[in-house]
């Protein structure tokens, strides 16, 4: 998407010198930082420390930094190491473990000194395939959209809600829950989107930025707003992102986002969530039980980072020696989604709703 009228992805390779540059996401939304990533480190450390961040990222990022890895050094032993050392940065985003299989699958059976440029495609590959997906789940909730405004008075905003960041900036490009909302900004349609401020790290603050420089009305709430304003009749529709869905349809998001969905359900309010297939992880039944939940720094929640006088900054916000507990994710469970938006169109939250879409996953 633009940024001051120059199209940037989130994630890309220099045509020139061949490097990987990411758009690093700490400073944002205050400053806006592009840096190169140069070594199996870097990758690890900008998926860890969230430079980068967002299911569809995070993949995007391990492929990079694998063939970053493998151009180095071809080995089998590298190959080991490298795969070992991105899967180990983040837990929940199955899109980690997809990349790095997805790797694995196309690059192991080939003789070493042919690894390296077909990690380079391979990570293209992947760069590509996210920027259509997230191009057509746009383009499939954009109808959800479009049939919410019929229903209304001429000129009156769909009023949507999201959580987190699930936009261009956690994907290559388009992002998932943002990309319908963008679909239909370009095709005219009135639309205002609350953004939960998504603590501890501030999500919705990233939110709010690709949605302000796109010009797309949007209020900045907190957290604990969405069940007061779907209560008051507030919002017509709910898209969050997911890091990991179940092949049932059970689905694993930032911290919050099942309080949103049980407000919804509540309220009679349609809860959808956009669901790139790689994010699918097809192994698993019972989303509650068998997710891993990562466990952040207590820092997170103890302190809030900000600008000050010009300077970013992190103040503390408990009495000193306050635990934090900073569970970073949460399940909700399939009863409680209205439907998922997929890059094949949108379905039940079931199992016999997603192998409606991908036949192919049935074994
Ligand atoms: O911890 P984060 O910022 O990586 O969490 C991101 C989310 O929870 C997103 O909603 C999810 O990855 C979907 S991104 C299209």
Known sequence: MKVGGVHYRSIWRDADSGEVRIIDQRWLP?????????????????????????????????????????????SDANFEHSSKVLN???????????AL????????????????????????EVFEEDIDINRRIGEHGLALIRDIAARK???????????????WLATVDWGTATSPMYHA?????????????????????????????????????????????????????????????????????KIGTYLKALAAHDNGVPFYVA?????????????????????????????????????????????EGTPGGNPAFDVTPNRLVTGLITERGVCEASAEGLTGLFPEKVA
């Open 30 to 74: 205050h400053e806006f930082k592009v840096v190169t990533l140069s070594s199996l480190d870097d990758f690890a450390v900008a998926i860890r420390d969230m430079w980068v961040r967002g299911a569809p990222l995070i993949g995007a990022t391990a492929a990079y930094g694998m063939a970053e890895a493998i151009a180095r050094d071809p």
């Open 88 to 98: 180990a940065t983040r837990p929940t985003a199955v899109n980690l473990a997809w």
């Open 101 to 124: 299989e997805r790797c694995r699958a196309a690059l192991m059976p080939l003789r070493p000194e042919d690894r390296a440029d077909a990690a380079w495609a391979l990570a293209h």
């Open 153 to 167: 008075p001429a000129g009156e905003p769909v009023r949507l809600l999201t959580h987190c960041n699930a936009g």
């Open 185 to 253: 900004h370009e095709a005219g349609i009135p639309i205002h989107v609350w953004v939960d401020e998504t603590r501890p790290r501030n999500q919705g603050a990233l939110t709010s930025w690709e949605l302000g420089v796109h010009g797309i009305p949007h209020t900045y709430v907190v957290d604990n707003a969405g069940g007061h304003l779907m209560q008051r009749g507030m919002v017509d529709l709910v898209i969050t992102g997911t890091d990991r869905t179940t092949a049932h349809g059970d689905v694993c998001n």
């Open 275 to 319: 669901l790139p297939s790689p994010t699918i992880d097809w192994s698993l039944g019972d989303g509650v039980a068998e997710i891993p939940i990562e466990e952040r720094p207590e820092r997170e929640v103890t302190h809030v980072l900000g600008m000050s006088e010009g300077r970013i900054c992190d103040v503390q916000v408990t009495p």
